[in-house]
Each structure stands twice: as structure tokens, then as C-alpha cells.
């Protein structure tokens, strides 16, 4: 089948990025002979390559390095692939442990060994590369940064170190994709989180697990509010349940055989097994087998915002996109196949209607499995078939009948999924919501219902998440806003800055007034001058500053300052608080 023109040059980059990664490779082996290779695969806008190296690398280094592969590239040199036997490839590489060791993997899974040979530089690769170093635009890569890494990403390995690159077709791509890093590093949640007072991380309580103060819970709530209301008006119920289970309830779902290394285990004084909860699925299940459900009850739809737990490795933890505790907004409906099209586009709405909120386009493509490694999933492949196909018939019904993305092996073990991603001020994609149909759990726990004829019905489940993760959506939300979040969603509305302390009572009856009105603000009565408390406010990025001084009292009005528009004249209170309710 041909490839159309994207593809085609997606896989061109692909190439290209392989072949940095070797001449990477090279640059460093030329300064540290004694260097063990790890691997150097590409990844999303670039590759990396990880060493054992003899010392400590610098960050100052890296531009050496760059310069190194700029003169290899210059030389025009041939990329020569060929297979290889392992005795040959034992022989190849008998100074690189890491190399002997993946050696080693590849023959036991019976895959084939090929190396790649750049002038004197041979590398165990699967490949594909470009043909000559000619092809590669000296100018179109950079070396990033440093950063640890255990082999093979288990911490019980050797720590290795890792340098990332970016790399594009040309120059111009190559700037254009670092101003828009410049733009992002400013934007950094991890950053501004610190700076507007949203999050925390303490050494005490561990990596992963974040504190939210008063602020960023503000910010939690308004969100999972904003949830709630769209599923309330659909017929949601909440439910509750505890953070733990027995290890038996994800035996009996198929999480156990899964992911019983990811979880967090709890062993009692009597020696019972328990884990933290790492999804919520089978304990709603748990709700709904209760009693016997009539079809006239049906579709049955539990909600529930909670926390959940996976084992991530302290290397992958990263700000709030990657931790610990996760905030789901789960939900679950439990329904018949005939109002699965029903039940799935009333998801899809809401999911557009809250992300249209927060000034988000989302984008929908559909996570199948991959039929060559059924080991992967449970359940029979015509239950996948039949789910797969309803999930693609509502994305075209959704989509003016266009075909959906499609990503093959993405689907969860359970079922397929519908995966919204959503793209951020810079143009970057966030995968947010999901929609995923699972006919394999209701099997497993047996769930029905009591059809017309008085018999048990088979149902199935769809398992929905608006937000996905909530810690997730927030560092999503703060980097696609830089902090400066709409009014409606500001943890802090309006900043009070009196003068001095002299119109003290004056000051207290515009807070009352803004009590009143369910405004969220705060009033600065520090000691200091009028202008560092503005610019402190406005660093805050809150949207209004109201100044009160002895001119505000006597006219009755604040001064008001709005974010990035500055000062707007003085009102009278009433009349800015009516203003407030037409921006939000």
C-alpha cells in the first residue's frame, strides 16, 4: 500500500533522528573510548543515546559533541546495515555489557540480529537510517540536555546517563521548535504552580504525591464541579469507596495477571494481601451486583472522583503529568447493548461541552488492540470485534461520517477506547478523556440485568473519564494558560489593595459586598507601598486589582486595574461586580 506524503516524511525523520543518534554515539565514544553503549532510539521531535561513561558529564559538553557530529555529517559517510549472528555479534561487541545483554534477550525471543556501521563505528540496531550522512542537515539538531536513567528503566540496574536531542528536516523547523521550548519553559507548571502558590511536594511524603494548597484546591474543585454539573444533568449518581482492596477483586477482574508489579501492595499484621487501588472499575462493579437490577432501571451510571495509586518509578515522575496519587473523575454505566450509541454520545457532548470551557480544541481517535499480541488482552476476539466496530460507527456518526484515527495495541486490556486528545496554546497534544467499551469485566463478574421476558440479560460497561486525571488537566491548564487562568476558573478573583489602613472600614465593605456576591479575593493590608503591592498582585496574575484609598471612599468607586490591560478607571462597586458576571 502507498504511503501518503505525511507518513512518508514522518518516516524520513524517523530515519534521520536514528542516524543523530549513532553519530551521538560516535561523537561521545571519540572523547571517552572506554564508554559502554547503551541504546539510542528516537523519540517524539528527536532521539537520545545512554552511556556509562567514566565521569561525570557536563552540560557544556553537549556543544562539543554537536560540533563532532556536524564534521562526521560533512564527511558524507555511507550508513551500511547487515544482519548479523549472535556468536558474531558476541565477538562484535565484547567490550559493551549493555550490547552482550540485549544480545542475549534477542536470541532467547528468537528475533534477528542486525548492525549498523557508520565509517568504523558499528552499532546493534534494528535500523532504518538514511543512506549517507549527506542527507542530514548539519544545522537542523541540538543536543538538549543530560539527564539519569537506569537501564532498561528498572532501578535495581545500573544508572546510566542520557542525552537527549532534537532534530528536523531543516533549520528554520529547528528554531521555530526552540522559541516554541522558550515558550514552554516559561510556561512550565512545575514553575508557575511555585510561583502562584497552587502545589507542593514534600521529600517527607515522597516523590509523585502532591500537596494542593488552598489555591490549587480551589482550582480542583472548580473543575470537578464543572464535571459534575454536566453529569448530574445526565442522570449520574455518586458512590464512594475505600482506597483499598483485597488483592482477590483484581484477581477476579484480570488487573492482578496485568499489572500486579505496578501496584502497591499492603500486607495486614494477619498476613492479608491488599493494594492501593489503582483503578476504580471493579469496586463500582462491587455496587451494582448488589441486588438484582430490572431493565427498567437501565442504564445504571455511577460517578466518583477519588484517588488512585501506581508504583511509577522515581525517574519517571515528573511535576504533576506523571505521579503517584492520581485523581480520577471516574464514572461508569452500566447498560445494554442496545444503548451503548446513546450512552457514548452523551459522553462525547460532555466531554466537548468542558473542554469547550476551557478554550480546548479535542481531537477523538479510536485505541484498538493489536490482534498479534492477544496476550496483551483479555476476552474473545469477536466480544473485541463487535466493540470496536460500535466505538468506529459513533466516532463517524460523530465526525460527518469521516473515517476515525485509529491506534493500533492502545486499547485497554479490556476493551477498546475512544481517546481525546486536546491541543494546547503552543500546538501541543495532551491526551485528556477517554470512552472505553468493556464487554470482558461484566463477563468476568457476571453483571445482568432482568429483560422483558424475566431473564438475565448480559450488559456491558462503558468506563468514562472527563478529565482523565486531574493533576494531569491542571499542569495542562496552567502551561495552555501560563498561569493566567479566565475568571471563572481564578482561584483568586479579585485583589483588594487599601492605600493605607486609614479607609479600614471602607475596605471591609467591599469585601463584604464581594462575600456576597461568592467572589473569591484577597485584601493586602502588608505594610508596604501601594506599588510593590500592584506588582505583586499582578505577578500573581490575578484578573482584577481593586485600589482603595481616601479618593475611593469619599466617591463611593474603586480604582480598578483588570490583568494585561491595566488601569480601567475608577467604578462604583456595584457596576464593576455587574461587569464581572459579562467576562466570565
Known amino acids: 500500500m502507498k504511503k501518503n506524503k505525511k507518513t512518508q516524511i514522518a518516516d524520513e525523520l524517523e530515519r534521520m533522528r536514528h542516524t543523530l543518534s549513532h553519530l551521538l554515539a560516535m561523537a561521545v565514544m571519540k572523547k571517552y573510548p572506554k564508554a559502554k553503549l547503551g541504546i539510542g532510539p528516537t523519540i517524539e521531535d528527536g532521539f537520545y543515546y545512554d552511556f556509562e561513561l567514566p565521569n561525570t558529564l557536563k552540560e557544556e559538553e553537549l556543544e562539543m559533541f554537536e560540533q563532532e557530529m556536524r564534521k562526521l555529517i560533512k564527511k558524507g559517510l555511507g550508513v551500511l546495515g547487515r544482519e548479523i549472528s549472535a556468536d558474531e555479534a558476541r565477538t562484535t561487541f565484547k567490550n559493551q555489557p549493555y550490547k552482550l545483554e540485549l544480545i542475549y534477550d534477542y536470541e532467547k525471543e528468537h528475533k534477528k540480529l542486525t548492525v549498523y556501521t557508520i565509517d568504523d563505528f558499528t552499532d546493534l540496531c534494528k535500523g532504518g537510517h538514511v543512506q549517507n550522512t549527506t542527507e542530514l542537515d548539519p544545522n537542523a539538531f541540538k543536543l538538549t540536555r543530560l539527564a539519569g536513567a537506569y537501564w532498561k528503566g528498572n532501578e535495581k540496574n545500573n544508572m546510566l546517563t542520557r542525552i537527549y536531542g532534537v532534530a528536523f528536516k531543516s533549520t528554520s523547523e529547528i528554531d521555530a521548535y526552540i522559541k516554541k521550548q522558550e515558550q514552554a519553559q516559561k510556561r512550565d507548571h512545575r514553575k508557575l504552580g511555585k510561583e502562584l502558590d497552587l502545589f507542593v511536594f514534600s521529600e517527607l511524603i515522597g516523590g509523585g504525591l502532591p500537596l494542593f494548597t488552598p489555591k490549587g484546591t480551589i482550582l480542583r474543585d472548580l473543575l470537578d464541579n464543572k464535571v459534575w454539573k454536566l453529569r448530574e444533568a445526565n442522570g449520574y449518581k455518586r458512590v464512594d469507596i475505600p482506597h483499598m482492596t483485597k488483592k482477590d477483586l483484581y484477581e477476579k477482574s484480570g488487573h492482578w495477571e496485568k499489572f500486579k508489579d505496578e501496584l502497591l501492595h499492603v500486607t495486614t499484621r494477619e498476613e492479608h494481601q491488599f493494594v492501593l487501588k489503582p483503578m476504580n472499575c471493579p469496586h463500582h462493579i462491587q455496587i451494582f451486583a448488589r441486588r438484582p437490577i430490572s431493565y427498567r432501571e437501565m442504564p445504571v451510571r455511577y460517578a466518583n472522583t477519588t484517588k488512585v495509586y501506581r508504583d511509577e518509578q522515581t525517574g519517571e515522575l515528573m511535576g504533576l503529568t506523571r505521579v503517584r496519587s492520581i485523581t480520577q473523575d471516574d464514572a461508569h454505566i452500566f447498560c445494554r447493548v442496545s444503548q451503548i450509541n446513546e450512552e457514548v454520545e452523551k459522553i462525547w457532548d460532555i466531554i466537548e461541552e468542558f473542554y469547550k470551557q476551557l478554550d480546548l480544541d479535542v481531537h477523538a481517535r479510536l485505541s484498538t488492540r493489536d490482534p498479534a499480541t492477544p496476550e496483551k488482552y483479555i476476552g474473545a476476539p469477536k466480544k473485541w470485534e463487535m466493540a470496536e466496530e460500535s466505538l468506529r460507527k459513533i466516532i463517524k456518526t460523530k465526525r460527518g ?80 494558560n501560563a498561569g493566567a487562568f479566565p475568571l471563572w476558573l481564578a482561584p483568586v478573583q479579585v485583589a483588594i489593595i487599601p492605600v493605607n489602613d486609614k479607609n479600614e472600614a471602607y475596605v471591609k465593605k467591599t469585601e463584604e459586598l464581594l462575600l456576597k456576591k461568592h467572589i473569591r479575593f484577597e485584601t493586602d493590608r502588608r505594610n508596604e507601598s501601594l506599588n510593590k503591592k500592584i506588582r505583586e498582585a499582578e505577578l500573581q496574575k490575578i484578573p482584577y486589582l481593586l485600589v482603595v484609598g481616601d479618593k475611593e471612599k469619599k466617591s463611593k468607586t474603586v480604582s480598578v486595574r483588570e490583568r494585561e490591560k491595566g488601569d480601567r478607571g475608577s467604578k462604583k462597586l456595584e457596576k464593576f461586580l455587574q461587569s464581572l458576571k459579562m467576562h466570565e
Open 401 to 480: 461520517k469521516k473515517d476515525p484515527e485509529e491506534s493500533k495495541g492502545e486499547a485497554a486490556f479490556y476493551g477498546p477506547k475512544i481517546d481525546f486528545n486536546a491541543t494546547d496554546s503552543l500546538g501541543r497534544k495532551w491526551q485528556v478523556a477517554t470512552i472505553q467499551l468493556d464487554m470482558n469485566q461484566p463477563e468476568r463478574f457476571d453483571l445482568t440485568c432482568i429483560n422483558e421476558k424475566g431473564e438475565k440479560e448480559r450488559i456491558v460497561m462503558i468506563h468514562a473519564a472527563i478529565m482523565g486525571s486531574i493533576e494531569r488537566l491542571l499542569a495542562i491548564l496552567i502551561e495552555h
